[in-house]
């Protein structure tokens, strides 16, 4: 099983960019999906933010987040990138990525990284 872990988070302002890494070990991204998913404070559920698929060319956003957020892959690296720009309030959220079958469902993914917190502010 493939091990994650995220980078990245931090702090920034509404419109503001950050940038999430996923790294990967004991396995290749390029042999599977890759899906960042978030939880807000105070709910008790993941929501899906963006998946990539195991070969980098089918992408899947959250309406929430398209436009604003791009999710690829550099298997060179073994890392997958979230993009994050404009940034809003509600993105405040622990972001986790997972590792599995390429779906918009957390269930699909079977490894998970420890999460990183993402906190947008005025």
């Known amino acids: 099983q493939v091990t994650l872990v995220e980078s990245g988070g931090g702090s920034a302002q509404v419109g503001g960019s950050l940038r999430l890494s996923c790294a990967a070990s004991?396995?290749?991204?390029?042999?599977?999906?890759i899906g960042w998913f978030r939880q807000p404070p105070g709910m008790a559920e993941r929501e899906f933010v963006a998946a990539v698929d195991s070969s980098g060319g089918i992408k899947q956003a959250a309406g929430s987040v398209k436009g604003r957020f791009t999710i690829f892959k550099d298997n060179k690296k073994n890392i997958v990138y979230l993009q994050m720009n404009g940034l809003k309030f509600e993105d405040t959220a622990v972001y986790y990525c997972?590792?599995?079958?390429?779906?918009?469902?957390?269930?699909?993914?079977?490894?998970w990284g420890q999460g990183t917190q993402v906190t947008v502010s005025s």
């Open positions: 997972g590792a599995g079958s390429f779906g918009p469902t957390p269930h699909t993914y079977n490894s």
């Open positions: 004991g396995g290749f991204i390029s042999d599977r999906a």
